[in-house]
């Protein structure tokens, strides 16, 4: 008889299972109240505040100085890109210059009936300094002393060396 009582008390699988899933669901309800109570000043619970704003506040950080450093490899490569445009727009406008001049003393020679000697257009100020800067540049001399020299930014004196570089590796 004992035994029949033990075993009518003792709970099933079943039983088991649905008393487990009280209890977590109590649990989740007592969980879920804690964290919806009305903050109580302790310095605890200010503290974890502060903390959790400081984790957001990290994240956001770290968020914003890896699309800065997007943003300025972005702008770099554009910069270089538009640098290189510049340059070779530079050099199809000297080369047509020239095919210009050639053309007007070819046309002048004929019209005269004379040969002409053809010259090379001058020079630009600007042809002409970037051409100092090659010369100096081939005499041994770093850009910094090339700058002081020339009395222009390094920077600038470095993106002449660094265009002529590019054009000078790019196949034809």
Do not use: C
Not at 68 to 93: F, G, M, P, V, Y
Not at 139 to 160: D, N, S
């Amino acid at each position: 008889m004992t035994h029949l009582l033990a075993e009518s008390i003792t709970p099933s699988p079943q039983q088991w299972a649905v008393l487990a899933l009280l209890g977590f669901v109590g649990l989740a309800i007592v969980v879920a109240r804690w964290r919806s109570r009305p903050l109580d000043g302790s310095p605890t619970q200010y503290r974890r505040e502060i903390d959790s704003a400081n984790r957001e506040t990290g994240q956001i950080r770290d968020d914003m100085e890896r699309l800065l450093l997007e943003l300025e490899t972005l702008s770099t490569r554009l910069n270089t890109q538009l640098d290189q445009k510049h340059a070779q727009l530079q050099e199809s406008i000297r080369d047509a210059d020239q095919r210009i001049f050639a053309l007007r003393a070819l046309v002048q020679a004929a019209r005269s009936g004379e040969p002409t000697v053809m010259s090379p257009p001058p020079l630009s100020r600007e042809e002409s300094r970037k051409a100092r800067i090659y010369e100096l540049s081939e005499k041994g001399m770093t850009t910094l002393e090339i700058a002081r020299q020339m009395e222009q930014p390094v920077g600038e004196v470095e993106l002449i060396l660094n265009l002529r570089r590019a054009e000078a590796a790019r196949p034809l």
